[in-house]
């Protein structure tokens, strides 16, 4: 069992920048594959980016590829998404997951709760 806390949500002018973080419990982070989602109101939740479980690969929807970048560190059992150059349309509460596949874009065994961001023009 795996339980995810996303944080670093919050109200970003466009343009501007954001770092989530998913903290995770347990020991066994690292055996896992991580992933971030995001929801817009009245939209599908949609795959966002993937990272391999050392680090070493990651995985980018084409709406995001180069202006977010995923990250890990292990030894906090902590994921990242850093967000730059952030659009109106980036709005949605995003959502981290853990899984056992990579690159995954769907069917994730574990979720977080969600944060919201909210990007203003």
């Known amino acids: 069992q795996v339980q995810l806390v996303e944080s670093g949500g919050g109200l970003v002018q466009a343009g501007g920048s954001l770092r989530l973080a998913c903290a995770a419990s347990g020991r066994t982070f690292s055996s896992y594959a991580m992933g971030w989602f995001r929801q817009a109101p009245g939209k599908e939740r949609e795959f966002v980016s993937a990272i391999s479980r050392t680090g070493s690969s990651t995985y980018y929807a084409d709406s995001v590829k180069g202006r977010f970048t995923i990250s890990r560190d292990n030894a906090k059992n902590t994921v990242y998404l850093q967000m730059v150059s952030l659009k109106p349309e980036d709005t949605a509460v995003y959502y981290c997951?853990?899984?056992?596949?990579?690159?995954?874009?769907?069917?994730?065994?574990?979720w977080g709760q969600g944060t919201q961001v909210t990007v203003s023009s």
């Open positions: 997951a853990a899984d056992l596949r990579f690159p995954a874009t769907k069917n994730y065994m574990y």
